[in-house]
């Protein structure tokens, strides 16, 4: 198995170098273009709580075993040797200074009512505003529909109805989805009670690797083990709210503080209460309702909803701040309990 990702890297002028500790692998999956998993190191590398992120693929001889570990790792599966042609396309296609890799950043609401289907749509129109290509994702079915809130709900395109099929490697879905403002949309289908996860895993897979930042929606649906920022409102109820949803297993560090009447508490306060840093504040605007129902999706138009959501979008995703750069390349690949990290050779870096 080794000697066929080292022969596939060679071909691509790229090198493996194996990685013995944990920081080593955690430094390797923040900054590689492309992840290999081997599948006999699958449950370590997941156990390591590491962010989602594209560009993952778990490699192995056994096909179910390829199969099972796919769906924890939200990584399309290879099969070798049957499939090291397409190893060695992914390596390549990942070498190419155009391969890109966008920003997950997932949204989830402490209770209901605090905006969050809202300032997820907001937040990805002002990162098209800036140029960059931004897809927003709905994962609850009760969600009301993100295409209603955009005004697109007629347009043509595909919703999760149309998505559930997909599976492993999914092509491009840009011209294949509704989209408002540069911003594609995968809503929620009223005839949908469920995703499947193996669905969800591909489809997000697709849109990083086409889009700069990739918004999701949680909705209702149970915490990811994923980076995701909490949505807190600042009244007593919804911190308590907050501090079950950690306590339930969410995984993050960072909250965006809904603000307004009746939501006073101090951000610092909140900030200790639940143990995490308040990334920013959602403040009301007694507008954003009329707007919202006309069809108006946030951050569109000027004014302070506007103001708030660029200063939120800089502070959780600050690399859209920046110019854009690029990424390193590297393979990370397990081999008797080793991970290998492939990096670019003398053909330069990326």
Known sequence: MLSLVQSAAAAAGISVQTCDAPAQVRRAWAGASLVIVGVDQAATVAGFGLPERGGVHVVGDDAEAVLAWSVPLSAPGLILPSQAGFLASLLDDAHRPS??????????????????????????????????????????????????????????????????AARGHVDDLTDHLPSVLGVSIVAASRELATVPPEAVAAVLASLRRTHDLVVIDQGRVPPAHEETVLVVGADVRAVLAGQAVLA????????????????????????????????????????????LEAGDPPGRAGGSTMRALGKLLDRLVPALAAPVRARGLGVLRSLDDHTLAARPTHRGRL
Do not use: K, N, Q, Y
């Open 248 to 291: 339930g297993g969410l995984a993050t560090t960072r909250a965006v503080v809904r603000t307004g009447p009746g939501r006073r508490l101090p951000l610092d306060l909140i900030a200790e209460s639940l143990g995490i840093v308040v990334a920013g504040v959602w403040p009301h605007d007694g507008h954003l309702p009329i707007s």
């Open 99 to 164: 391969s890109s890799l966008g920003t997950v950043l997932r949204l989830f609401g402490a209770t209901g009512g605090l905006g969050t289907s809202t300032l997820a749509m907001g937040l990805a129109v002002r990162a098209a505003r800036r140029a960059r290509r931004v897809a927003v994702v709905e994962l609850d079915a009760s969600g009301g529909g993100l295409d209603v809130m955009a005004g697109v709900e007629t347009e043509p395109g595909w919703r999760w109805g149309d998505l559930t």
